[in-house]
T-cell receptor, first 116, second 115 residues
Framework: DTGVSQDPRHKITKRGQNVTFRCDPISEHNRLYWYRQTLGQGPEFLTYFQNEAQLEKSRLLSDRFSAERPKGSFSTLEIQRTEQGDSAMYLCASSLALAGGQETQYFGPGTRLLVL | AQSVSQHNHHVILSEAASLELGCNYS??????LFWYVQYPGQHLQLLLKYFSGDPLVKGIKGFEAEFIKSKFSFNLRKPSVQWSDTAEYFCAVSLYGGSQGNLIFGKGTKLSVKP
């Protein structure tokens, strides 16, 4: 399978714990996005990388959240001191950004986080 | 701030009925437009996209969408739905030519097709 993969698929944690999620994009894609989706809502943008550079962060991304994409391949999203409000589906998407702005994002299966 | 509105939260149809799901966006500039579908238990999949050119775009599984610039709309249509079309449908927008390609999604429309 050459699609976007995410690990773990499910995570249950206690409030105050730290969690880390991993995303492996489609191999030739240079952009990687993180989104968060809560019940009844569409995905909301959190942050994105072009190669290894993190170029944009949403105001939704509090200072408890950090993301990395070392070497421009896989990415990790860490949430420190989790809160119940962090419970959501965390989605990763990747794309090949070309000149002209015609870019299509492909999504992974997501990591469902439940904070107790 | 840009936003995307999907008119219907839940649509229930019988098989063979025609489908139209509304999507409007608020942004005065040039946009890229997408419809994604999420089947039960599966991840978001691209249904169709519009970048430029013919405003009527065709996607997978017999779906099509029409971009009407004057109405800021990108409605999804299918002439005859099947039970297997039961899913949640998301309209999304990104800014054309922008250095940042993040998608702005609507809240989604859940489609239930009765056999």
């Amino acid at each position: 399978d050459t699609g976007v993969s995410q690990d773990p698929r499910h995570k249950i944690t206690k409030r105050g714990q730290n969690v880390t999620f991993r995303c492996d994009p489609i191999s030739e894609h240079n952009r990687l996005y993180w989104y968060r989706q809560t019940l009844g809502q569409g995905p909301e943008f959190l942050t994105y990388f072009q190669n290894e550079a993190q170029l944009e962060k949403s105001r939704l991304l509090s200072d408890r959240f950090s993301a990395e994409r070392p070497k421009g391949s896989f990415s990790t999203l860490e949430i420190q001191r989790t809160e119940q409000g962090d419970s959501a589906m965390y989605l990763c998407a990747s794309s090949l950004a070309l000149a002209g702005g015609q870019e299509t994002q492909y999504f992974g299966p997501g990591t469902r986080l439940l904070v107790l | 701030a840009q936003s995307v509105s999907q008119h219907n939260h839940h649509v229930i149809l019988s098989e063979a009925a025609s489908l139209e799901l509304g999507c409007n966006y608020s942004y005065g500039g040039t946009v890229n437009l997408f419809w994604y579908v999420q089947y039960p238990g599966q991840h978001l999949q691209l249904l169709l996209k519009y970048f430029s050119g013919d405003p009527l775009v065709k996607g997978i599984k017999g779906f099509e969408a029409e971009f009407i610039k004057s109405k800021f709309s990108f409605n999804l249509r299918k002439p005859s739905v099947q039970w297997s079309d039961t899913a949640e449908y998301f309209c999304a927008v990104s800014l054309y030519g922008g250095s940042q390609g993040n998608l702005i999604f609507g809240k989604g429309t859940k489609l239930s097709v009765k056999p």
